[in-house]
């Protein structure tokens, strides 16, 4: 049973329908990493030995968090072919007839993603890396605001439909 969410969506099919990314995850994502940029920023004054790198590492997590707000940065698209993920104004394409299960991972106890399988990525290193990780062989790089089981049920059951059409 669709979640009470994702009906509306589902009744969009055949689409395409376009998700976005939270935006109040990815403003308090540059909110932190501004914040920890400054303190790389103050341990460079400081002579501090991990100053650079934290620096580094946090300037490249505020541009980037920042870069994500950005419109037509990042999206997921579905119509009655198959999906499309945008991330970093990047977009890759998938068919529905190219890719398997739809699934809710947990990655760490805090964070569940929703996995995949891609034929496509089944010789590839990062695929086995995945694979062994979260049993599929990739994954979507945001819930685009939904909490990661009702994402899965919502592609699946769009699938579903797409299938039954064609």
Known sequence: MP???????????PGPVQLFPSRKKWLLVLLISGVLTLGGVLMVKDHAPWGWPA?????LCTVLSAVM???????????????????FFRGRRWRWQDVKKFEAVSVTPQHRMVCFDDPAQKGSMLGKISQSYAGHNSALPDTYGFPADDLAQLITQWRNHAQRQG
Do not use: C, N, W, Y
């Not at 620096?55 to 300037?59: M, P």
């Not at 950005?70 to 991330?87: I, M, Y």
């Open 3 to 13: 979640s009470r969410d994702i009906e509306p969506i589902l009744s969009r099919f």
């Open 55 to 59: 620096l580094i590492f946090f300037g």
């Open 69 to 87: 707000l950005l419109p037509g940065a990042a999206r997921l698209k579905l119509d009655a072919d198959g999906f499309q993920v945008t991330a």
